[in-house]
């Protein structure tokens, strides 16, 4: 079937596109929007045209696929530009979303009429890129500065409703009934002269340039957002050039921007992203028939921070949970947490008090381990302690319903060793959550040595019903991301005792993109987490200052010192600490550089990715970029740790591996070797 199709409906040429699954503009959608608009310029039968799309959703975009490949005319530009410079009226009739070269093509319609669920946006600075089809220039000139700015620099989406106030969207069509209002509208506005030309339009941009501020009042309320990025300052540019400089200098520019971020490293990384989130998704090994089970009820044992968290994302999802602790205090606070937490984002006006009264009611309480037995899956998060797991895991074997999945929330533990205490160990898998476990998007799901395709599939399914980013990870110790963490803690530590400070190594990590540093982290989530007053004999540096009072930002030191605001500064005490142990070492303190702690941060932890790989932890090397993503900080514009190695040489990062000394993975040496990278 061709990607695009015509038909008559009276003297108004309805032209349908069909690409699935997202309509996305690649060269066959192009050719037949040009040849559609071409043959009725040339049909006196013709008086308007309506441009609709089959399926779920109007363009969602230009076709990523096809960047970076030779480009095949008809440009989109080319196309938009065609539409707007018809003498018969273009209608773009629009449901689902129309994103990015969606909206463009939108915009060189004369008219817009979108059904009330639809959205509209351009998302292209989330793939480190500008709106290339004209967006900055027309969509300024349609909707105004004001609101086309954080469109297109921040690349969220608007509602129909929105989109109308804005001058966007002409009209609101009815739900179920776009084609024909569309075709009704197109008919209507048939004979009207002249024809709204987006481009030609200059109202909106005399108002923008009586406002003078308006440009620097957007970068300095938004600055901390932009941080380290490049796509949004371009987005600015090129929307300040709608309002200096004439519609044709301002499309030069933004197509000059376009070409420079399509070919930067930032764009290239985040383009990676997008595919990477959607490839972690799909499970290798698995038969495409595989069952999701029904997950109508679930049990969740512990009300401790990680549980709470948890049963938070299932409330809001509208499945009832059931939580059992063992006191009813614990069980309390956890309980009043829960709802502490949606009344606070009740406060800040993104949920109702309706909804948080309707997830409240989905929760039941309660001290009765026997109250999980019909749970479709439970999930434990007590103790990490694999005694105390393994007495759990047989309790919940017999007393959870048959077939049920049982998981556990470890971050480290052995999710095998806790099957092996069940008759089930088919229904056993691990579902890691992150802390605070409500919020973030991360969710390992530990696949055991026995868990079915149907629980492994079912918590794939769940997990994107909640709201979080799944990556499938093998049984080792600490799983994908913690496995990796701990490499880069190790060398955070050794690099202080050889004389880097703590701010030091501080700030070179989030110079790089992440939002904290491994010290700032560790004040940040209570130094003696794991460590007892009783058994320290000031063996580590954490020791002594626990020891000395200094567990982090709750008791106003850790290794920083902390004012009344929680503002931190470098600690001499911290420091003395450090330089006593360095003595009694016996080395001597030595300046490292900035590029030495990048290196050894980063460096090790590819090493252990390349590991994981080999011993097929992770399905691909982009999972381990999503677990990174989502689950600790990485600056998505670098593309993830992999991702990021492939950009900077896996030859020169096996070469410094050995020169500190630490043994380079076989797959990372003979992929250096060879001259391949991970993607
Ligand atoms: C642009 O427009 C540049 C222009 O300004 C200038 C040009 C000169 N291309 O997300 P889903 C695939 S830049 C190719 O799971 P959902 C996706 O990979 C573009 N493929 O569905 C997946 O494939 P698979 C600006 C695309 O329902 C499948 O479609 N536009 C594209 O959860 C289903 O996707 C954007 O950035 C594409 N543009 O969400 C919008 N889009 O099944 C990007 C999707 O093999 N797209 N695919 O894994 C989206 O945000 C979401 O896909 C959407 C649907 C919200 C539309």
Known sequence: MSAV???????VLVVSANNPPVNALGHAVRAGLEAA?????????????????????FFAGADITEFGKPPQAPGLPDVCDLIEQSSKPVVAAIHGTALGGGLEVALGCHYRIAVPTAKLGLPEVKLGLLPGAGGTQRLPRVAGVADALPMIVFGDPVSAKKAESIGLVDRIAGEDSLEADAIAFAREIAKKTPLPVSSARTDKIEAAKADAGVFERFVTENARKLRGLDAPAACIEAVRAAVD?????????????????????QSKALRHVFFAERAAAKIDGIPADTPVLPIKKVGMLGAGTMGGGITMNFLSAGIPVTIV???????????????????????????TAEQVEKAMSLLTPTLDFNALADSDLVIEAVFENMDIKRDVFRRLDAT?????????????LNVDEMAAETKRPESVIGLHFFSPANVMKLLEVVRGAKTSPAVLKTSMELARKIGKVAVVSGVCPGFIGNRMLSQRQAQAQALILEGAKPWDVDRVLTQFGFPMGPFQMSDLAGLDIGWSAETSKSESVRDVLCERGRRGQKTGKG???????????????????????????????????????????????????AKILEEKMAQRASDIDIVWLNGYGWPAYTGGPMFWADTVGLDKIAAALGKYGVEVAPLLKAKAEKGESFN
């Open 245 to 265: 400089l004439s519609y044709a200098e301002g499309v030069k520019k933004e197509r000059e921007v376009f070409f420079k971020l399509l070919t930067g490293n």
């Open 325 to 351: 602790e063992r006191e009813q205090a614990a069980l309390d606070r956890g309980v009043s947490i829960i709802r502490k937490n949606y009344e606070n984002t009740a406060k800040k006006g993104r949920i």
């Open 37 to 57: 608009v071409k043959a009725a310029a040339a049909d006196s039968g013709v008086s308007a045209i309506v441009i609709r799309c089959e399926g779920r959703t």
């Open 5 to 11: 199709t015509t038909r008559k409906d009276g003297d």
């Open 400 to 412: 959870i319903k048959p077939g049920a999945i049982l998981a556990s929330n470890t971050s480290y």
């Open 559 to 609: 290794f920083y010192d902390y004012d009344e605001n929680r503002k931190s500064s470098p600690s001499p005490e911290t420091e003395a600490i450090i330089a006593d142990f360095i003595a009694k070492s016996g080395k001597q303190q030595r300046a490292v550089s900035d590029e030495e702690i990048l290196e050894r941060l980063l460096y090790p932890m590819v090493n252990e990715g």
